[in-house]
């Protein structure tokens, strides 16, 4: 079982979108996927997949004995995914807990974890039970300086593996040399990269009803990106707007 | 509203992560460390030393390494040599 914390630092910067649509990517290529929210407090992650209607058990359920790991796992209805929701606050989460909470996930091959934005306490809980770690920014200077930050903590964890998805790219702005690009990225935070998400309006409007449709622009990065981290690589195509040539005949 | 260009964006990250990485307690302590470590080969040292890291106006970093030691340490080519006057 690959458990992979997604994480960021700074919050907004889509932490929760590439936690669904990846665990929905890797579950299209029939990997046994489970999507863990490790927010307690300002959990999303059963907003964004659209599954809020139907939870009944959360982690904190789960951590008082009064339901199984299985019994709280919630069907996605997008993919065959698996969702375990976080409770909306209350009694506090021990990092140790939490760990044996993901430890005990019952048949999968991925266990994403949501982290909350910040590197406080709940940061800790969400990578300590983790063994790699996704960290999403974008091509902003907040962005990549709280991403920095967090790359900086997570070396203190041994994490098998430690990955950037850069999130929100304006391929034409890339190409005008006025947004870095994915490379210039990557390499402020030393960090490679496993996925670039393009800047797609389509993930705005259809993350409010939960789902991403299959027409978005960015579903061939997020493919891209589900590839790549099952098959271990690192295979990012540079965005860039390629321009048309003009023809003067 | 001016528009920034990339290149000079990159520049400006590249400076503001170096100094957030300055400010870190982890950066000084492995400076001291091995600032004490080159010292140790030329001196006894009667205690650790200490560094300080202080950014300047100009951009520029002013860094000041203060030590005590109690003697010179003989290096085995010179041990037959005698000690210099200091």
Redesign the interface.
């Known amino acids: 079982m690959r458990k992979i914390v997604v994480t960021s630092g700074k919050g907004g910067v889509g932490k929760t979108t590439v936690t669904a649509t990846l665990g929905r990517h890797l579950a299209d290529m029939g990997y046994r996927t489970v999507l863990v929210d490790a927010d307690v407090g300002l959990n999303n992650l059963d907003v964004v997949t659209g599954v809020e209607s139907r939870v009944v058990y959360d982690i904190g359920d789960v951590l008082a004995g009064r339901c199984t790991v299985w019994q709280a796992l919630v069907q996605d209805h997008e993919s065959a995914a698996r969702v375990l929701p976080s409770t909306n606050g209350g009694e506090e989460i021990s990092a140790q807990a939490f760990r044996a909470l993901v430890d005990a996930i019952p048949d999968a091959d991925f266990v994403l974890i949501d982290c909350p934005a910040g590197i406080e306490k709940g940061f800790h809980r969400a990578v300590s039970a983790a063994t790699e770690a996704i960290v999403v920014t974008t091509p902003s ?1 907040s962005a ?2 709280d991403a ?2 967090v790359v ?1 903590l997570l070396s203190a964890y041994r994490l098998e593996d430690v990955s950037v998805v850069v999130n929100r790219v304006r391929p034409d702005m ?1 190409s005008r ?5 994915v490379e ?1 990225v990557c390499g ?1 935070l030393r960090t490679p990269a496993v996925g670039a998400i393009p800047e797609d309006d389509c993930i705005t409007l259809y993350q409010q009803l939960g789902r991403v449709p299959d027409f978005a622009l960015s579903e061939r990065a997020y493919e891209r990106l589900a590839s790549n981290v099952a098959r271990r690589e690192k295979k990012v195509a540079e965005l860039r707007k390629v321009k048309k040539r003009r023809r003067w005949f | 509203m001016v528009l920034r260009r990339a290149d000079a964006m990159h520049d400006r990250l590249r400076k503001m992560l170096t100094k957030d990485k300055i400010g870190d307690a982890g950066f000084v302590s492995a400076l001291k460390r091995d600032v004490g470590r080159v010292l140790k080969d030329y001196f006894d040292l009667s205690a650790e030393p200490e560094v300080t890291v202080a950014a300047g106006e100009d951009g520029g970093y002013a860094v000041t390494v203060t030590a005590r030691a109690g003697d010179v340490r003989r290096f085995r080519t010179t041990e037959n040599l005698s000690r210099p006057e200091m």
Do not use: C, N, P, Y
Request: hydrophobic residues 45%; negative net charge.
């Open positions: 200077a990549i300086r920095d930050k900086s890339v040399g006025e947004m870095m690009s210039d402020l």
